[in-house]
């Protein structure tokens, strides 16, 4: 069987793994970032609603290229598609690479450290040792279709639409405008709610079905995917090995927002690869800097918002609709949870009795 040595084997090229590949070529390692599908960022699992500051604080380019595939090929990453990872290699407790398939070819991927950017319930992390399976209610199960033929003779917004309720059990509905006729339309509902994962789409259709700018809408693709809204991971570094973005659980548990956040992690853990790399100690001791570092950026945020999410289903329509109103006539200046609260508290503190603990 072929083998091939690199300091960094990275799995998987979404938006994590691609910007982990970046920087740890940028700062030298010999990197190489495998992918499953024949196409990077295709089909395209996401509503595509992304905060701005994520792209500056990570240094892309704002344009039509800026995921980080691109970059990270410039910045000397070497990139396998249809290539799966299928098997860790594991020897005396340490990660020394993966098992992968390149179209038919079976072969070695040996590395001085594994990045896990392979999504939710990360196989390779769990292949190495690491607890990434989720519980149902920290699931998210999600179908989005991107319409066209919309909102003919009515209003479309050039703002993002979030629909919460019973609308969408546990998680919510977004139409994200892409130009005056098409938008990215989908759904998040919890899977614990759910009897069928199939039931997802009759969610969707019904709303769809009632809201009269959609009456002559067509769709031009159907996504479906899984988001974690889990608390974040315990642990993300061993000896050998790292996990990223999705397969570390960064995405927000309320928003299932987790392109900025992979992104952000990736970046640093880019830049801690480099390091190790040249001290030749890809050891977990010296991957703990990577760890500390995104806990000490995004974990009590996440951890924030994944208690907040668990009251959040609790809410009847009723209530979403008396805590639009008040925010709609008093403002708020920060789309934080915080500070909604805040402002929830002083206009009417009955309404947000249940969260007292996060104000
Ligand atoms: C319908 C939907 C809408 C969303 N909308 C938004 C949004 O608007 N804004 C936002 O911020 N977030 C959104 N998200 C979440 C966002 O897509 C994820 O948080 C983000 O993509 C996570 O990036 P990642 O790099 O960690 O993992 P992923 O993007 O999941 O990338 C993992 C990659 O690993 C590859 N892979 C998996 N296993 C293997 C293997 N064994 N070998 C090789 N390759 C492998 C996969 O093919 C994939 O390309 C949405 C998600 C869904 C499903």
Redesign the pocket.
């Known amino acids: 069987m072929p083998s091939y040595q690199y300091d960094v084997v990275v ?9 982990t590949a970046r920087y740890a070529a940028e700062g030298g390692c010999r990197t190489l970032l ?4 024949q196409e ?2 295709s089909p395209v ?6 905060a701005r500051h ?1 792209v500056e604080d990570t240094h892309l380019p704002f344009d039509q290229k800026w995921v980080g595939r691109e970059v990270a090929a410039k910045a000397g990453a070497d990139i396998w598609l249809k ?4 098997a860790i290699l594991k020897d005396d407790g340490w990660v020394r690479g ?1 098992r ?1 398939k390149r179209l038919e070819e079976e072969m070695n991927l040996e590395a001085k450290c594994i990045v896990a ?4 319930e ?3 992390g769990r292949w190495a040792g690491f607890k990434t399976l989720l519980r149902a209610g920290d699931i998210t199960g ?3 279709y991107r319409l066209t033929n919309i909102s003919e003779g009515h209003d479309f917004p050039d703002y993002c639409e979030f629909w919460l309720g019973t609308c969408a059990p546990a998680g919510y509905i ?1 139409v ?1 405008p892409k130009d005056e006729s098409t938008a ?1 339309v ?1 759904i ?1 509902v919890s899977l614990d709610r759910l009897k069928n994962r199939v039931d997802i789409k009759g969610y969707l259709d019904r709303w769809i079905a009632q809201d009269p700018r959609m009456a002559h809408a067509q769709p031009l693709d159907m ?6 809204t889990a608390p974040p991971i315990k642990k993300s570094v061993g000896n050998g090995i790292a996990l ?5 659980r ?3 548990p309320i ?9 952000l992690a ?1 970046m640093l853990l880019g830049k801690v690869l480099a390091k190790c790399n040249e001290t030749g100690d890809f050891s977990e001791a010296a991957l703990m800097e990577y760890e500390k570092g995104w806990r000490a950026k995004l974990e009590e945020n996440l951890y924030r918002n994944w208690l907040a999410k668990n009251k959040l289903v609790t809410l009847s329509d009723r209530e979403f609709d008396d805590i639009i109103q008040v925010l709609a006539e008093v403002g708020v200046h920060k789309l934080s949870v915080r500070a909604i609260l805040k402002v929830l508290k002083d206009a009417k503190p009955e309404l947000v009795a249940k969260f007292a603990e996060f104000i």
Do not use: H
């Open positions: 799995v998987g090229a979404g938006p994590a793994g691609s910007m495998i992918e499953k599908r990077i960022g699992r996401c509503g595509e609603g992304l994520f290539t799966t990872a299928t993966v992968a950017a392979d999504g939710y990360s196989q390779v999600t179908l989005q977004w994200f990215n989908g998040g996504v479906t995917g899984g988001v974690s990223v973005g999705d397969a570390a960064m995405i927000d928003t299932g927002g987790g392109i900025g956040n992979g992104m990736g």
